[in-house]
Each structure stands twice: as structure tokens, then as C-alpha cells.
């Protein structure tokens, strides 16, 4: 059956002439469904990430004229309820993951991607450290439950059993325990960075030997190193420290650049690997934006925050069970009350560290405070034992206080001055910038 499809603005890119085009015709109309519902889901997902960022932001609805470009900032709060908006539709039309393994589909939104985001977007509104803000609403705890139990009975993720550090090689993509990742691949050519559909994070979150790039000022501090307990198997599949990663690549560990004495080993290709790469700037190592643990760590908070700490207590378990494999540590816990609740904030740090959630967590959680309070150990300094092994020392620099940090400005990032000057002042900057 034809379905028409309303008429679009359609504006030249060479002499930016406008026309309205249509009505186009669609003979497939459960595929136009689908199409409809990824964007949808990639809308919400980059307006999720615009309010976490930024505050509220400009809504655009619908398709727009030259002279019809200048919005002025929507609240916060009706960003979030657009987001949910487009993710409760989204979830109604898009195919399980099970249905989008083919070679061609994988990578493409699915209904669990929805529900996990749906899962993400309550529990910030619901929060604390946004209880200033126009969106906060505790009861959205009960929402992220609810969510995160529909992403759970689909049956279509599990969490992988095998070592840690492989969820995140080229071989890993996609695995039983991934729920969206941007799909990456080996370029065939060689033109320069950030082009072709290639991850030049890879590059930018590792070490470069000479240090003349902007390579190895992302490095891991010693204070991620320390959160985990000694002989947790994450830590050494999650961070490389220098002297190591040099001696997998051949080279001298004083021609390293590193501001910290650690690399992410998460955003790790091996020397063999770059060597074969098409374009040697760009990784073909997929970004995992969403994983099934990250979830179980949001569920194990909101049972905390509705009163169901026992689940709590299993799902945040669930994952240390996991990291520990054959062996014995991390052992299960059995705290109670806030130490429940900081265990999981610490258990969130140490599965999911360099992955992109630490800041967020920070601030929808108040805790921006301790790091002026506390601060926290950049360097270390690492050695051979002689062994094979290395040691891993304190390096005796001070511990870094970022005493500027004030809670009721920094949530936010503030708003590029391009924009507000694109806008002639409709853009407001954020408060306290």
C-alpha cells in the first residue's frame, strides 16, 4: 500500500533557492515506520545530550526556512519532556536487536536502545543535584525502574562473561551485553583525521611517542587507578599504564607523552593493528555508548531511591560477579542505607571509567563539591619490577583541588559565544559565565 508522506523544504546548497517538494510516495510503509523511529531515537539522543551539557536549548520541531532559524532557548524542562516524547514513540516501531543483525543493519537504533535511554533521561531528571533545576522530579526514579524492567524482559542482552578488555576490541562490537554503539571502520584512506567513518578517539585518548600531537593529555589519572580495590580485573583491562604500553609498542617509555603515567585502555589498538589500519589516524574500533551493565548500575540506584534495596543489592552484584570472573575479587557487598547508594556511585565509577559518564555522574548526583574538597591524584609513577611485572608508586605530586568549581554554575558547560552571536542575543549565556 502507497503512503503519502507530507511535503518538505527543500532548499539548494548552491544558491540556497527554496522550494517545497512532494507529496513522495512510500510503497513500504512498516520501513518508513522504522526510519521514522530512528530518528526519532537519534534526535532524543543528541537532544540529551545537548540539556545535559547545556541547559535548555532551542527546539526545533519541524522543518524550517532560511529566515525561520532563530530560536530562542526552550526550558530545560520541556527538553526533557521532547526527549520522552520521541523515545516513548520510538520504542513503539523499532525492531528488537535479534531483527537487525544482519551485516547491513547493525548499529542502527533498536527498541532496547530506546528503552535504555528512557532508562538514562528519568534518572537524570530525577536526580539530586539537579533539585534546582526546573526538571528535577524524584518520582522519575520509579519511571527509570519501570524502563529498565521493560529494556530487561526483551531477553535480547546479557552481560558478557568472558575477559573484561575484549568487550572493547574490534572483536567485541556489538556483543551480548551492547545496546547502541556508533559503528566504526578502517578507512581506506589516508587523508587526514576525524574522516571516512573513523574513530579518531582511539588516537586521542592514547599515548603518542614524541608528544608533538595533541596525543596523551587524555590519559587516565592515578585517582581512577586507585578506585579500584587491588586485584580487581578491570582495572588492568581498563587502564594501561605507560611504561607498559610502551613496551607493547617497541618504544622508550621517557619518548612517551603522558600528563598522568596512564592510557585508556578501553580506546586501545595495538601496534600490529595500527600498522594494517587504511588510514592510520582513524580506528575502526566501535564507540560503546550504551552497555547493559551502565543499566544495571542506573537500576540498582533507583531500587535504592524506591525503597527496593535488596534489588538494588543484586544488580549491583550482578556486575561485580561478572568483573571478578574465576576469581575472588570484587566480592559481593552487603551495605545498607547511603553506603549502599555510595557503593553503587563507586561501583558506576570503576565498570564504566572512561567511557564518557564520570562528569554527568558528578553533577546529577551533588557530588561536584568533593572535588574541591578532596580533590584527587593526577600522576602516578610506574616501574619495572623486573619480573615482567610493574609497580605502580604515588609519584609525590600535590593533590589537584579545582577550588573554582561551584555546583550552581558548573552543571553546565557555557553556551559557544558563536552561538549567541549567530543568533544576534536570542541565546542566552548560562548563568555565572
Same mark, same amino acid.
Given at each position: 500500500?502507497?503512503?503519502?508522506?507530507?511535503?518538505?523544504?527543500?532548499?539548494?546548497?548552491?544558491?540556497?533557492?527554496?522550494?517545497?517538494?512532494?507529496?513522495?510516495?512510500?510503497?513500504?510503509?512498516?520501513?518508513?515506520?522504522?526510519?521514522?523511529?530512528?530518528?526519532?531515537?537519534?534526535?532524543?539522543?543528541?537532544?540529551?545530550?545537548?540539556?545535559?551539557?547545556?541547559?535548555?536549548?532551542?527546539?526545533?520541531?519541524?522543518?524550517?526556512?532560511?529566515?525561520?532559524?532563530?530560536?530562542?532557548?526552550?526550558?530545560?524542562?520541556?527538553?526533557?519532556?521532547?526527549?520522552?516524547? @520521541?523515545?516513548?514513540? =520510538?520504542? #513503539? *516501531?523499532?525492531?528488537?536487536?535479534?531483527?537487525?543483525? $544482519?551485516?547491513?543493519? &547493525?548499529?542502527? +537504533?533498536?527498541?532496547?536502545?530506546?528503552?535504555?535511554?528512557?532508562?538514562?533521561?528519568?534518572?537524570?531528571?530525577?536526580?539530586?543535584?539537579?533539585?534546582?533545576?526546573?526538571?528535577?522530579?524524584?518520582?522519575?526514579?520509579?519511571?527509570?525502574?519501570?524502563?529498565?524492567?521493560?529494556?530487561?524482559?526483551?531477553?535480547?542482552?546479557?552481560?558478557?562473561?568472558?575477559?573484561?578488555?575484549?568487550?572493547?576490541?574490534?572483536?567485541?562490537?556489538?556483543?551480548?551485553?551492547?545496546?547502541?554503539?556508533?559503528?566504526?571502520?578502517?578507512?581506506?584512506?589516508?587523508?587526514?583525521?576525524?574522516?571516512?567513518?573513523?574513530?579518531?578517539?582511539?588516537?586521542?585518548?592514547?599515548?603518542?611517542?614524541?608528544?608533538?600531537?595533541?596525543?596523551?593529555?587524555?590519559?587516565?589519572?592515578? @585517582?581512577?587507578?586507585? =578506585?579500584? #580495590? *587491588?586485584?580487581?580485573?578491570?582495572?588492568?583491562?581498563? $587502564?594501561?599504564?605507560? &611504561?607498559?604500553? +610502551?613496551?607493547?609498542?617497541?618504544?622508550?617509555?621517557?619518548?612517551?607523552?603522558?600528563?598522568?603515567?596512564?592510557?585508556?585502555?578501553?580506546?586501545?589498538?595495538?601496534?600490529?593493528?595500527?600498522?594494517?589500519?587504511?588510514?592510520?589516524?582513524?580506528?575502526?574500533?566501535?564507540?560503546?555508548?550504551?552497555?547493559?551493565?551502565?543499566?544495571?548500575?542506573?537500576?540498582?540506584?533507583?531500587?535504592?531511591?524506591?525503597?527496593?534495596?535488596?534489588?538494588?543489592?543484586?544488580?549491583?552484584?550482578?556486575?561485580?560477579?561478572?568483573?571478578?570472573?574465576?576469581?575472588?575479587?570484587?566480592?559481593?557487598?552487603?551495605?545498607?542505607?547511603?553506603?549502599?547508594?555510595?557503593?553503587?556511585?563507586?561501583?558506576?565509577?570503576?565498570?564504566?571509567?572512561?567511557?564518557?559518564?564520570?562528569?554527568?555522574?558528578?553533577?546529577?548526583?551533588?557530588?561536584?563539591?568533593?572535588?574541591?574538597?578532596?580533590?584527587?591524584?593526577?600522576?602516578?609513577?610506574?616501574?619495572?619490577?623486573?619480573?615482567?611485572?610493574?609497580?605502580?608508586?604515588?609519584?609525590?605530586?600535590?593533590?589537584?583541588?579545582?577550588?573554582?568549581?561551584?555546583?550552581?554554575?558548573?552543571?553546565?558547560?557555557?553556551?559557544?559565544?558563536?552561538?549567541?552571536?549567530?543568533?544576534?542575543?536570542?541565546?542566552?549565556?548560562?548563568?555565572?559565565?
Amino acid at each position: 500500500m502507497e503512503v503519502q508522506l507530507p511535503r518538505y523544504f527543500d532548499c539548494q546548497p548552491v544558491n540556497q533557492q527554496c522550494r517545497w517538494r512532494g507529496p513522495t510516495r512510500v510503497l513500504d510503509k512498516n520501513l518508513q515506520k522504522r526510519v521514522v523511529a530512528e530518528a526519532k531515537f537519534v534526535r532524543a539522543y543528541y537532544y540529551y545530550d545537548l540539556v545535559k551539557n547545556f541547559g535548555g536549548v532551542p527546539l526545533v520541531k519541524q522543518a524550517l526556512a532560511l529566515d525561520e532559524m532563530t530560536f530562542e532557548r526552550a526550558d530545560a524542562k520541556e527538553v526533557y519532556a521532547f526527549i520522552e516524547e @520521541d523515545l516513548k514513540a =520510538a520504542v #513503539e *516501531d523499532l525492531p528488537l536487536k535479534s531483527q537487525m543483525e $544482519i551485516a547491513e543493519q &547493525v548499529g542502527r +537504533a533498536t527498541k532496547g536502545a530506546a528503552l535504555a535511554m528512557l532508562v538514562k533521561v528519568s534518572a537524570s531528571q530525577a536526580s539530586e543535584g539537579y533539585s534546582r533545576q526546573s526538571f528535577y522530579d524524584p518520582n522519575k526514579w520509579a519511571d527509570a525502574k519501570e524502563y529498565a524492567e521493560q529494556l530487561f524482559a526483551l531477553g535480547k542482552y546479557s552481560l558478557y562473561m568472558g575477559d573484561y578488555h575484549d568487550i572493547f576490541t574490534e572483536a567485541g562490537e556489538n556483543g551480548p551485553g551492547s545496546i547502541f554503539e556508533i559503528q566504526y571502520y578502517d578507512s581506506p584512506l589516508n587523508d587526514g583525521a576525524t574522516t571516512d567513518n573513523g574513530n579518531f578517539n582511539t588516537f586521542l585518548n592514547n599515548t603518542w611517542f614524541g608528544g608533538a600531537d595533541p596525543y596523551g593529555k587524555h590519559g587516565v589519572t592515578y @585517582d581512577a587507578y586507585l =578506585a579500584f #580495590e *587491588d586485584g580487581d580485573p578491570r582495572r588492568e583491562a581498563s $587502564i594501561i599504564n605507560i &611504561v607498559k604500553y +610502551a613496551d607493547q609498542w617497541g618504544e622508550d617509555p621517557e619518548d612517551a607523552f603522558t600528563l598522568t603515567g596512564f592510557a585508556n585502555y578501553k580506546h586501545y589498538i595495538s601496534k600490529e593493528e595500527y600498522q594494517a589500519l587504511g588510514n592510520q589516524r582513524n580506528s575502526p574500533i566501535n564507540e560503546r555508548i550504551i552497555r547493559l551493565s551502565d543499566i544495571y548500575l542506573l537500576y540498582a540506584e533507583a531500587s535504592y531511591h524506591t525503597g527496593d534495596e535488596a534489588t538494588a543489592l543484586q544488580y549491583v552484584n550482578m556486575v561485580r560477579e561478572r568483573a571478578r570472573g574465576a576469581g575472588t575479587i570484587p566480592a559481593d557487598i552487603s551495605s545498607t542505607g547511603t553506603a549502599l547508594l555510595e557503593d553503587i556511585y563507586l561501583e558506576r565509577r570503576r565498570e564504566l571509567v572512561s567511557e564518557g559518564h564520570r562528569w554527568h555522574d558528578l553533577v546529577r548526583t551533588g557530588r561536584l563539591d568533593e572535588l574541591n574538597a578532596d580533590g584527587y591524584k593526577v600522576k602516578a609513577s610506574i616501574t619495572r619490577d623486573g619480573v615482567g611485572g610493574y609497580i605502580v608508586t604515588d609519584s609525590g605530586d600535590p593533590i589537584f583541588k579545582p577550588t573554582n568549581l561551584a555546583p550552581t554554575t558548573h552543571i553546565y558547560f557555557p553556551i559557544p559565544i558563536s552561538e549567541i552571536d549567530n543568533s544576534g542575543g536570542v541565546i542566552t549565556p548560562n548563568p555565572g559565565y
